[in-house]
Nanobody, 115 residues
Framework: QVQLVESGGGLVQPGGSLRLSCATS????????MGWYRQAPGKQRELVAR???????YYADFVKGRFTISRDDAKNTVSLQMNTLKPEDTAVYYC?????????WGQGTQVTVSS
């Protein structure tokens, strides 16, 4: 059974930082493209960052220079370091694993950026 479990969300002031983590089990992690998506209220889910196993890392323009995705194939985890957070970054953040058009999702973790 494949499981993706996110952690690290919370409330942070504008300009602050958070680090999200996603622990996975039940899949051959090193073969998967790993990514982070987010969904704000009333909006569609959008790609934030993706780290393929054998291609360049991708960042959405709205997070370039502020967010960093990383993966640890030995620990089967993927992380998202988020710096200089803005109120518009408020959303539920989801971990994603993709291989051959098969997607797995975590349950999401809430990130709220507010003073």
């Amino acid at each position: 059974q494949v499981q993706l479990v996110e952690s690290g969300g919370g409330l942070v002031q504008p300009g602050g930082s958070l680090r999200l983590s996603c622990a996975t089990s039940g899949l051959l992690f090193s073969r998967y493209d790993m990514g982070w998506y987010r969904q704000a209220p009333g909006k569609q889910r959008e790609l934030v960052a993706r780290m393929p196993r054998d291609a360049d890392t991708y960042y959405a323009d709205f997070v370039k220079g502020r967010f960093t995705i990383s993966r640890d194939d030995a620990k089967n985890t993927v992380s998202l370091q988020m710096n200089t957070l803005k109120p518009e970054d408020t959303a539920v953040y989801y971990c994603n694993a993709l291989l051959n058009f098969v997607n797995y999702w975590g349950q999401g973790t809430q990130v709220t950026v507010s003073s």
